[in-house]
């Protein structure tokens, strides 16, 4: 009598071993169903439950979001095409569910009980549940949280985290639909600036090829890698300082150290100081009122004394040993 409890009790025992496999396969067979003709499946309170489970031997992936306007969830707006692109291209990828993998999006409208039960105050959250049972069965049943602390994530990226936690299976590729406006807006804008530049190439050659327009841009050039604005950019310093009584230093004294403010006033000096060089050189013999060019000839060379002066005053400044200075700035 004995041995005929122990076989029934056996026996009652195998038949719910062997229900359970079939509940959970059927969960399985119904969430893929469903997520291969749109995927991700749209989840509620109960079929959240349902796709979560225990027992069971399919991994299930599920967002939970708050897509809607008035929760102002931008980063669930942003994701949520990925999550999207990631679920179809996954579940296209394995039509017979070789992966054993389900997933499931959740929004606050549709599942505010799970939510609270859950504790959440931000969204999206995505949970990845291992499957308790069968040959991929995870020491613990606690789901796995995805780090959204970086912000938006891509479906490649989240593609790889489910891929590290669900390893020996199939992890089918994203495929990306093919950007046509992208295509034909690049095509556009290309074949709108061969367009223009074979219009506008008679008026730009002349320009290109006229020698004051290469030496001004020289000219420029050279005052401003000579006054310092490469060291201001690599040094980040400040554009003017106090004098510590009160006022304003516009000059830093020593060889390694300059202000922005600083750079600047000597540009210009070395702009006026080579433009009246220029004058005197190019300008003036043009001239042809005797009287027109000694004036001329004066006036540039008032310029450059007075310029070279106030440069040798700013080159003690840096320098308080310099000894040599010209009137008026002694």
């Known amino acids: 009598m004995r041995w005929l ?77 990925e999550w999207e692109l990631l679920s179809r291209s996954w579940t296209k990828g394995d039509k017979k569910g070789d992966s054993r993998i389900a997933f499931g999006t959740l929004d606050f409208s549709d599942g505010r009980e799970t939510f609270v039960s859950l504790g959440l105050q931000t969204a999206p959250v995505l949970l990845l549940f291992p499957p308790t049972v069968g040959p991929h069965a995870a020491a613990s049943a606690e789901p796995l949280r995805y780090d959204f602390n970086n912000g938006p994530q891509s479906a490649e990226q989240v593609h790889a985290w ?46 290109l090829g006229s020698r004051n327009v290469w030496a001004a841009i020289s000219l420029i050039s050279i005052l401003l890698f000579t006054s ?16 510590g009584k009160g006022g304003i230093s516009y000059f830093a004294g020593g060889f390694q150290n300059q202000y ?11 702009g006026i100081l080579s433009f009246a060089a220029i004058s005197l050189a190019v300008k003036v013999p043009r001239i042809a009122d005797p009287k027109s060019q000694q004036l001329m000839v004066m006036i540039w060379s008032g310029v450059l004394f007075v310029m070279y002066s106030f440069l040798l005053s700013v080159f003690r400044i840096k320098n308080g040993g310099y000894p040599f200075s010209l009137p008026p700035f002694m």
């Open 5 to 81: 409890q122990g076989l029934l009790s056996v026996s009652l025992l195998s038949a719910g071993a062997f229900g359970a496999k079939k509940s959970t396969e059927e969960r399985f067979k119904n969430f893929h169903a469903k997520a291969l003709s749109s995927a991700p499946v749209k989840l509620n309170d109960a079929s959240y439950k349902d796709l979560t489970a225990v027992p069971r031997d399919y991994t299930g992936v599920v967002l939970l979001t708050a897509l809607e306007a008035r929760f102002g969830c931008e980063l669930c707006r942003q994701f949520q095409p």
């Open 162 to 207: 489910i891929a590290r936690h669900t390893p020996d299976r199939p992890h089918p590729a994203i495929k990306r639909p093919f950007n046509w406006m992208k295509w034909f807006a690049t095509a556009t804008l290309l074949s709108g600036s061969v367009s223009l530049a074979y219009v506008a190439w008679p008026y730009v050659t002349p320009i």
């Open 228 to 243: 310092g604005h490469m060291f201001n950019h690599i040094r980040n310093v400040p554009y003017i300082a106090g004098d």
């Open 260 to 270: 922005g403010m600083e750079t600047q006033i000597v540009a210009a000096m070395y």
